[in-house]
């Protein structure tokens, strides 16, 4: 079982990260390298873990020997950013299971465009035998926290 | 219309590549990190433009204006290789429409053990418009000779 | 010549930037993956250019066909940062020749610890001939007047 | 001491590798993107212990608790490869101290073109405390081996 030193719940916003496209993530057409959106969706998913549910990967496998591993993503591509855009990054919870966690994490510009949606299916796990841990305690209660903020909010 | 000096169709084979992973595409956790294996997909589907089509990205781009956009991509992992391990890239034509490509790239140890499954949309359109073009001419042809090679090979 | 429409140079400040090491820029060992540290010190650079001096990348190669060629880098790497550590980076000006820039990234925690201090030699250029281009009308002055800020900061 | 089972030095031969250049490591002047070739060099240096010295850096770090940290790197950017461009990587030893080694990765178009010279200067050290470490044994014999065979072929 989970048992994180975690602050009330209460204070949970839904999270929103700016991201100025750097110039060398884009490629000779201009436009960003396509695998660079899984890694801001990613690093989105990292963020969230440790800013918002207060529970950073590194800790979580230095502590409790326990990982968030990736089971399946999907990405749209809806349009492509170019250098000096910045895309607004979120995160919402679209299901928490037993062990499992689906999150989507949406790259816009703020004033309407879709830049992408990436859809982010995890297991939690041990480490190293990757064997299937259950969302308990004060981890689970966060991310359902964090879910009925979000609803709250739109 | 696209008119590539292409060479001879019956050349054509399936594309085989093997990609060491190195000890920086690894994580704290030792095992490749998420968004690598995106990059290794995107680059099979690009030397495979390049090696086997003998349409590179850079030439299609400078001399034809046009690009292989990418649309949608569905990755599945189904285990992680470690550093120093060799991934056996895969890539096989799901589907040719007349714009649109569903190409698969599977990642694998080359003795039964499957890393990852990517599946990739991707749509030929003009630059820097990003309207939809025809695979035509030789490049349809070369296309289409890979799949029945693909499929004389299974 | 290069001539763009620039703020006053008195808004200029000394630029820090914080930025939090991401789990995926760890290696197996725990610890920034080395070529990270000249990933931070190239985006400070252009973070600088675009941000403190208005002048981005994206823009001075679109409008002006210019570019600022690397020449050569000096790193050395005082200690590692591992994944959650803030990196707080900040660059100063060596030396502003008539096209060459001289550079330096600093990389530490903020209370007394360094963690890399990068050189970066550059050389403004036209695209595609790269040939030496004068730093010359508003892009030297707000240079200089980066510096003189940047010196009286200390 | 690191006491590794190696094969006869006897075998040792110069490193060269054929690294062609993808599209995603350009950037949108269409030229490599300056940190890759840092990228490049240290993959490099890793092939080399690996393959070469038959030392991989997870055995390394794995079995010995050992590893070769980065001291310091010089890059000189001498012309740039762009997408599909073959560059050529060799790497020398220029000097092998106690627990230093001073290594030279150059990368050509394999026909008179210098494309950058990439000196790293390593450390051998215990993780995760970060102490200097002697090479000894067969590591030092084998280093020591392969300097006088890449003196030999000069």
Known sequence: MLDFPLPNSSKIAPLT??????????????IIYTPRALDYAMETLEVWSRD???ISWLKLHREL??????????????????????VVLELRVEKLGGSSLVSVVSGHDGSGRDYFRVKIISCLVSIPEHKPKQFSGE?????????ATCRDNN
Chains 1, 2, 3, 4 share one sequence.
Do not use: K, N
């Open 139 to 147: 981890f689970r209660q966060r991310i359902l926290a964090y879910q």
């Open 17 to 30: 990260r700016r991201h100025r496209v750097p110039w060398g993530d884009c490629d000779p057409a201009g």
């Open 52 to 54: 918002t549910l207060d």
């Open 65 to 86: 020997s326990t990982g968030l591993m990736t089971l399946r993503t999907e990405i749209d591509f809806l349009s492509a950013p170019t250098a000096d855009d910045v």
